[in-house]
């Protein structure tokens, strides 16, 4: 029976009150120290310390929404690595779609984070997708290659254990996406494992994200390839989150 992956990033949502009552829900609950799936949640950059905090002596690890490649300097508005790991997160997501599309963040600037992070002691969780045309096009697979080999081009046989992958497809994702069919989702994790082992010596975990659900969490998370579930809206309560878990780990039982 694999260990799945299955976290969620509240984007920019929740107040202080919210969130500290969403770590105190989830560390009540069983899942915050069980050895059948690997949470973690990623807060807004206010709140990282305070949620680690609560959530500290779990197995629910904690991470931030984006980091600068550089440890200090004058980058106004930016956060180093040694910041986030010093406010407790033990992982970073990259390159999420949202980033690329409006924050000018580009496969050049993905990689040099994902160096920096695993530098630090970081997990990088990289966010790679292929918008709805490229879809269209039949171009997922050569957008996705493209992305992953660009973000393990400067850490190659260091990433086993410090990167881990999410495919994202953009057109999936946030108010109005569409969920990707598992098996679709499931030969493109095929894909991008036999690459990772190519520039890494052995196959990266690669989760899947995209209108992830309670109706649809479980036939994803049983695919043969997917490592895990990166989930949106439908964690962002805890009680949505901590089902998913659940439901995920009693499928995965049923079919060990």
Request: proline share 6%; aromatic share 8%.
């Amino acid at each position: 029976m694999k260990t799945p992956w299955i976290g969620t990033s509240w984007k920019m949502n929740k107040t202080r009150g919210e969130a500290r009552a969403f770590a105190e829900a989830l560390k009540a609950s069983p899942f915050a120290t069980t050895a059948k799936a690997q949470p973690f949640v990623i807060p807004p950059f206010p709140y990282i310390a305070e949620v680690a905090d609560i959530l500290s002596g779990t197995r629910v690890k904690i991470g931030a929404q984006n980091m600068h490649w550089e440890t200090q300097g004058a980058w106004t508005g930016e956060v180093s690595p040694l910041m986030v790991r010093d406010c407790g997160a033990t992982l970073v997501e990259l390159g999420h779609s949202e980033r690329r599309t409006h924050f000018g963040e580009t496969d050049e600037t993905v990689s040099k984070k994902v160096a920096a992070a695993v530098k630090q002691g970081l997990i990088a969780l990289v966010c790679i997708g292929d918008t709805r045309s490229e879809y269209e096009a039949g171009a997922t697979a050569d957008v996705l290659a493209k992305q992953t080999r660009y973000a393990l081009r400067d850490v190659g046989r260091a990433a086993p254990g410090k990167v881990i992958i999410a495919y994202e497809p953009v057109w999936s994702i946030g108010e109005g996406g569409i969920p990707a069919d598992p098996d679709f989702a499931n030969a493109q994790h095929a894909r991008l494992k036999t690459l990772t082992a190519e520039l890494t010596g052995q196959p990266l975990p690669i989760l899947y994200g995209g209108s992830v659900n309670p109706q649809n969490c479980c036939d994803l998370a049983a695919m043969s390839d997917i490592d895990g579930l990166f989930i949106g809206r439908s964690a962002w309560d805890p009680a949505g989150y901590i089902g998913i878990i659940d439901a995920v780990i009693r499928r995965l039982g049923e079919t060990a």
